[in-house]
């Protein structure tokens, strides 16, 4: 199959410019890349605009590619107009799978078959998606993290007839963009983030069912307790350092064989998402957003996740000197 | 009862000097703390030196009280000489619960009934632990997150038999010390912070068990795109900012009722804690440890906290700032 060169695609069509969509269009904007974006939304154009006018700045301070414009965006309402000569078609239409299932139908008639179609579909299977596609085998899962022009990773799976080519060209692309790429060998309903994340959520929200715990307690126990950890490592590394010198094994051997099971985790069915559980939420969670718009709180999330990567890369650098260094001298 | 004034404190006796009690050290020595440390471990006083010599310089960072001296630590193996004369007690054993009903038990003899006993664990309900006790209205839950210095969050949660009073002067005793303090109402295993950890530990576990995942991707996962997230706001604040300007209501009724349950988790039982798992996991782990030692490791997670920690107040003064200006000049 004769296609593009994943690391000479000029030309994006991005399907749907929502959050996540329009996300992914300031990041290929800024990476250089021409892209068309269509959303028959009625305010698609106008929310859009104000995305960019949010992102830009901060591409900017995290550095844009010499060729990037913003002149480099085209809109229309029309799938067909948005797909004519595109390298590369980046889907994020709404999280539903017989819309999914039906775009996909459309897109697999206009697109040419060496064209690569990539989801940013939260956790369907692209085995579910493609299911009513003649040429399958191009399409894949590439599920990036909001905001996506700021947070480096994307998660790239496929389906049951996805071609292990496609994948492979997947990950050229999303590299040569600047992706942290994540690529999974089997496929799971929410990949790897959304359950990691959807297993912390529900037990939230069993606590706050239950009144356990507030929305601003949950929150606090992120921004002030294991946010501060998982900012810079993860969690088997933040365990690797719990146990004096012994290290991952030992505690893992004493927390991980015994702790993680009840009476330790809820294993009561999900509450329901009742109205009342809903006023709930809404009601505690003004505690958490104190009075800021949610521009100002964008405002405030980008300055803080652009200063930590460099932070982190400074940190990991002077430690490695330091501590290099002093094996050197001992 | 009239117990010493919480922000009166001035000697405290830390039983147990591992990980958690030695970072407790660290910090009430700091903070201008006279403590007398207590550990019945061979290598007890040296690892703890080593944890007080790697602490120091960060807590100078942070910035020490100005009567803040390592010489007002005194070390025993004895708990009777190290609770006379304390204003409060810190017992932070291994996570035991006979080891722990025992020492209170101890304790309970020794230490006068209007002085407070604060548990480190991570996760046994007060009202296990004091069970034995003749003044268990005393004894209470102090959860801090590794590495107590470093992290502000400490959990309060009292047993059946605590007195309300006492889970009030714990407050203001750790609000003294400088903490953020997350007090809970309702005691369950686990309190907030773990139950919350181990939820997303238990996935990430099930996941790596059938291959869907390795450790490093986890660790992905979390350090270049949830832990980015999280750093700067929490789940239910991220949320707030994911469904362009519908804000969290809207997120929640999109993604919180449908995909937070089966197939997006993982509901069959929790893998056992075989050889087989304990060895992939320490294997897998290599690529995230990449060769740092745990002192350069933990040296890395320092510079990062207490910068992330700076600059997350930054970002919400000056997007607090500007989007003051911008509604006055509106």
Redesign the interface.
């Given at each position: 199959m004769n296609r593009p060169d994943p690391k000479n695609v000029k030309q994006i069509a991005c399907i749907g410019a929502?959050?996540i969509g329009g996300g992914m269009i300031a990041e290929f904007l800024a990476r250089g890349y021409s892209v068309t974006a269509q959303d028959p939304g009625k305010d698609a154009l106008a929310?859009l605009e104000r995305l960019l006018d949010q992102a830009w700045p901060i591409l900017e301070q995290i550095g844009l590619t010499a060729s990037a414009s913003r002149e480099r965006l085209r809109f229309t309402t029309d799938i067909e107009e948005a797909v004519a000569g595109a390298d590369f078609v980046q889907e994020s239409v709404p999280?539903d799978l017989e819309l999914k299932v039906r775009i996909y139908e459309r897109l697999d008639e206009l697109v040419p078959p060496e064209i690569v179609i990539g989801s940013s579909t939260?956790?369907f299977p692209m085995t579910e998606i493609q299911r009513r596609c003649k040429y399958p085998e191009r399409t894949v899962v590439a599920h990036p993290?909001?905001p996506p022009y700021?947070?480096?990773?994307i998660e790239i799976v496929g389906g049951e007839k996805t071609d292990p080519a496609v994948l492979d060209w997947a990950v050229s692309f999303y590299e040569a963009v600047g992706k942290?790429v994540?690529r999974?060998?089997?496929e799971?309903?929410?990949f790897?983030?959304?359950?990691?994340?959807?297993?912390?959520?529900?037990?939230?929200?069993q606590?706050i069912a239950?009144?356990?715990?507030t929305?601003a307690?949950?929150?606090?126990?992120?921004?002030?307790?294991?946010?501060?950890?998982?900012?810079?490592?993860?969690?088997?590394?933040t365990f690797?350092?719990?146990?004096?010198?012994r290290?991952?094994?030992s505690f893992?051997?004493?927390?991980?064989?015994v702790?993680?099971?009840a009476?330790?985790?809820?294993e009561t069915p999900?509450p329901d998402?009742t109205p009342e559980l809903?006023a709930r939420?809404?009601q505690q969670?003004e505690e958490?957003?104190d009075g800021?718009?949610?521009?100002?709180?964008?405002?405030?999330?980008n300055?803080?996740?652009i200063?930590?990567?460099k932070?982190?890369e400074?940190?990991?650098a002077?430690?490695?000197k330091?501590?290099l260094g002093a094996a050197h001298a001992a």
């Open positions: 929502g959050t929310s999280e939260s956790g993290v909001n700021l947070i480096p990773l942290r994540l999974m060998e089997k799971i309903y929410g790897m983030i959304n359950r990691l994340q959807i297993a912390l959520f529900r037990e939230a929200l606590m239950a009144e356990q715990a929305v307690q949950i929150d606090d126990c992120l921004t002030h307790g294991l946010g501060l950890r998982w900012a810079s490592m993860g969690p088997f590394a690797h350092l719990a146990a004096g010198d290290g991952l094994g893992m051997d004493l927390h991980g064989s702790e993680w099971r009476p330790y985790v809820t999900l998402w809903r939420i809404l969670a958490v957003i800021r718009t949610i521009p100002q709180m964008i405002e405030e999330r300055d803080t996740v200063g930590l990567l932070l982190r400074a940190s990991r002077n430690a490695a330091k501590h």
